[in-house]
């Protein structure tokens, strides 16, 4: 098991799982930037799904690119990586919109849109044609795009120093794939973390071909675990484990459009994989509180999380494949303010206790404790 660096008396350690959800992401890159600017954290893994995952291999980049220097230099070279990597999104983004054709087209489907093939003029009207054309007309990727076009994957090796992340020891990345033959999570990590299994983590089966990696085939990592917490309790020794959500668990108001229906599905399908870990996380710390599990072989995972609560509901699903500069920069400074946020409520909690409430937030009714 890997053994972390022990952080000072004025830093507190953490894992961290970041889910994916396109566009969204910047929301994540936003409470990463704040985490690294307030400097009171360190980590020890990150398990990122889809665009966590490029949120997380951005972070260890700027890590492993700084390696040997003072710890204030690191961390500015990771939030350096982060933005280099979320302008460039938006860089590209931009560029797409000023080409024709196919170089256009996969670059807005890796965010969840369709726009380059329908024409619509919605990003809701986009995300619900290109469910219903997929279904009812039984278009796939291999007939829609044969040649597996994705220049995203060009651009993260243009970033990305695999071969140096690979090697980097102090901070552990793990990315999560869906294994298509068995529909289980498949883990990425150390020599086999590359632009390939980034890629595969992202790969929604509607608009890409599955990613090859060693003879199998991967769809998104979001279908299995949104993010996967397991990796984090295995192969970290840190109880806590830091949640950035970006898939709203609930939603007030009832959805009664086509559109509404196939955003709220979406956020549903994603969240299920994260759903079932916290209760298996919940059972086990009911048990260790009771005295039923041995505590040298169990470990009590004490869970936190951000995310933009009912600020961030106000960005429906179909904006995940938005990668407008406004959009973007409005989402990080949303992920900056709500972790520093939390950062004033809960920073104390870490090593301590739980700063979230699982069972209410995350189990059944039946499972949730009543009040005698």
Same mark, same amino acid.
């Given at each position: 098991m890997h053994t972390p660096t022990a952080p000072s008396p004025d830093h507190s350690l953490v894992n961290l799982a970041l889910q994916g959800g396109g566009s969204h992401g910047a929301f994540t890159w936003g409470v990463l930037d704040a985490l690294l600017e307030d400097g009171r954290l360190d980590f020890e893994g990150i398990s990122g799904t889809s665009a966590g995952a490029m949120n997380a291999v951005a972070l260890a980049h700027g890590f492993a690119q700084a390696e040997g220097k003072p710890r204030q230099a690191a961390r500015d070279s990771?939030?350096?990586?982060?933005?280099?990597?979320?302008?460039?999104?938006?860089?590209?983004?931009?560029?797409?919109?000023?080409?024709?054709?196919?170089?256009?087209?996969?670059?807005? &489907?890796?965010?969840?849109?369709? %726009?380059?093939? /329908?024409? @619509?003029? +919605? *990003?809701? =009207?986009? &995300?619900?044609?290109?469910?219903? %054309?997929?279904? /009812?007309? @039984?278009? +796939? *990727?291999? =007939?829609?795009?044969?040649?597996?076009?994705n220049p995203l994957r060009s651009f993260l090796e243009r970033q990305m120093d695999f071969e140096r992340l690979a090697a980097y020891q102090p901070l552990k990345v793990f990315v999560v794939a869906t294994k298509v033959r068995t529909g289980k999570a498949e883990i990425f990590s150390g020599k086999r973390l590359t632009a390939d299994t980034v890629m595969a983590s992202a790969c929604l089966p509607t608009v890409f071909q599955a990613v090859e990696i060693e003879g199998e085939h991967y769809w998104d990592g979001g279908y299995a675990g949104n993010p996967a917490i397991h990796p984090l309790i295995y192969e970290c020794q840190c109880p806590d484990v830091m949640l950035v959500q970006i898939n709203p668990i609930e939603r007030h108001q009832l959805p009664t459009t086509a559109a509404g229906i196939l955003d709220r599905l979406n956020e549903i399908t994603f969240n299920s994989a994260l759903i079932a870990e916290m209760?298996?996380?919940?059972?086990?710390?009911?048990?260790?509180?009771?005295?039923?599990?041995?505590?040298?072989?169990?470990?009590?995972?004490?869970?936190?999380?951000?995310?933009?609560?009912?600020?961030?509901?106000?960005?429906?699903?179909?904006?995940?494949?938005?990668?407008?500069?406004?959009?973007?920069?409005?989402?990080?400074?949303?992920?900056?303010?709500?972790?520093?946020?939390?950062?004033?409520?809960?920073?104390?909690?870490?090593?301590?206790?739980?700063?979230?409430?699982?069972?209410?937030?995350?189990?059944?009714?039946?499972?949730?404790?009543?009040?005698?």
């Open positions: 990771a939030r350096q990586s982060l933005e280099d990597f979320w302008e460039g999104v938006v860089s590209m983004g931009a560029l797409g919109n000023t080409l024709a054709g196919a170089h256009k087209v996969p670059f807005d &489907l890796l965010f969840g849109g369709l %726009s380059a093939l /329908t024409g @619509a003029a +919605s *990003p809701s =009207q986009i &995300l619900s044609d290109a469910v219903t %054309s997929f279904w /009812t007309q @039984a278009v +796939s *990727p291999y =007939q829609s795009n044969p040649l597996d076009i209760r298996a996380i919940d059972f086990v710390k009911r048990l260790l509180a009771e005295g039923k599990l041995d505590p040298a072989r169990y470990k009590n995972v004490l869970m936190h999380r951000i995310d933009g609560g009912g600020a961030l509901e106000a960005y429906p699903a179909s904006t995940k494949s938005d990668t407008d500069a406004k959009l973007i920069h409005t989402l990080r400074d949303l992920g900056r303010a709500s972790a520093k946020q939390w950062l004033k409520k809960h920073l104390a909690s870490v090593g301590v206790a739980c700063s979230i409430n699982i069972a209410a937030d995350y189990l059944d009714d039946l499972r949730v404790p009543t009040a005698p």
